[in-house]
């Protein structure tokens, strides 16, 4: 992105659905995140308690059990910056945390999360560590906040998460008649993408599967909208409350404590047993057996 003295993140966020910024979030809490939630990544992983959904690339919620996804959701820069680009208080509802590239197919995000007024709702990508091309980097399609509110019937579909891939297909039509152009986020450790509820954005696909990809989604509510889900909306909008994050400075907060010292140590000794078996068939093999 290019802030120049003309345009403020504000113009830049209207004019292109999306910004760049530093976070300046200590080193330490986004390494904290990533050294935290590490057990629960990849096929050998321990299954965390209290988040809201884990799969061996994404948890959910881990703000429940890790301090430093609280502090990077709530951190100042990212708080002051969507305040000056809404001109209203952002409130995080939801945090994801990835460790591999998500491949995801192109969307916005009010389709899953919509409010009223439209618009009200952003996300914000914290990278965990620096994205090159080959790690499958977060892609956005500039400009495409300006599309109009669009939900399943706008697409000719009934409201449903069985009409996603129709959803899916209907994204990619606009996307060729308008002629929009992908980005990819190449960005730094400790940048951050701020992207607007109705922009086009994906994963693309991870080149390189040996590597990782560590990053961290904030979803955001500003301005205390109507949040409603379209994929539930088959009688009518079906409004909710959105869980905001709970306040860890406050008394009664407690971090969950994790996986137990005999999960951990469990968890260990299986990794090493079957690295062990590794190297002994590949001993095997040269052997000629
Ligand atoms: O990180 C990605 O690859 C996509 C994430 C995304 O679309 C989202 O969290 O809204
Ligand atoms: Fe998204």
Same mark, same amino acid.
């Given at each position: 992105m290019q802030l120049t003295e003309q345009s403020t993140i504000r113009e830049y966020f209207q004019e292109n659905g999306y910004a760049i910024i =530093?976070?300046?979030? =200590?080193e330490a809490v986004l390494d904290a995140a990533v050294a935290g939630l590490s057990p629960y990544f990849g096929d050998e992983r321990v299954e965390p308690e209290g988040v809201s959904y884990a799969d061996p690339g994404r948890i959910q919620d881990a703000w429940f059990i890790e301090n430093s996804v609280y502090k990077i959701a709530t951190s100042e820069s990212v708080l002051s910056s969507l305040k000056e680009i809404y001109g209203l208080e952002a409130e995080p509802f939801q945090t994801l945390n990835f460790y591999k590239g998500t491949g995801q197919p192109t969307h916005s995000d009010s389709i899953h999360f919509n409010c009223e007024p439209f618009g009200n709702m952003c996300g914000v990508w914290v990278a965990l560590e620096d994205i090159g091309p080959d790690q499958g980097p977060l892609r956005i399609y500039p400009k495409s906040q300006e599309l109009e509110e669009m939900n399943y019937p706008d697409f000719g579909l009934e409201p449903g998460y069985d009409q996603y891939p129709q959803y899916l297909n209907g994204i990619e039509n606009l996307i060729e008649k308008h002629g929009y152009e992908e980005r990819r986020a190449i960005i730094k450790k400790g940048q951050a993408v701020i992207w607007a509820a109705n922009v086009l954005h994906g994963g693309s696909p991870q080149n390189d599967i040996s590597l990782t990809r560590k990053s961290q989604v904030t979803h955001y509510y500003v301005g205390k909208p109507k949040a409603w889900r379209p994929s539930e909306s088959t009688n009518g909008r079906a409004y909710f409350v959105p869980e905001t994050l709970g306040d860890c400075t406050t008394p009664g907060f407690r971090a969950h404590p994790g996986p137990s010292i005999v999960t951990r140590v469990a968890g260990r000794a299986r990794r090493l047993r079957d690295h062990a078996r590794v190297v002994a068939k590949g001993v095997l093999n040269k052997l000629g057996r």
């Open positions: =530093d976070t300046g979030i =200590d």
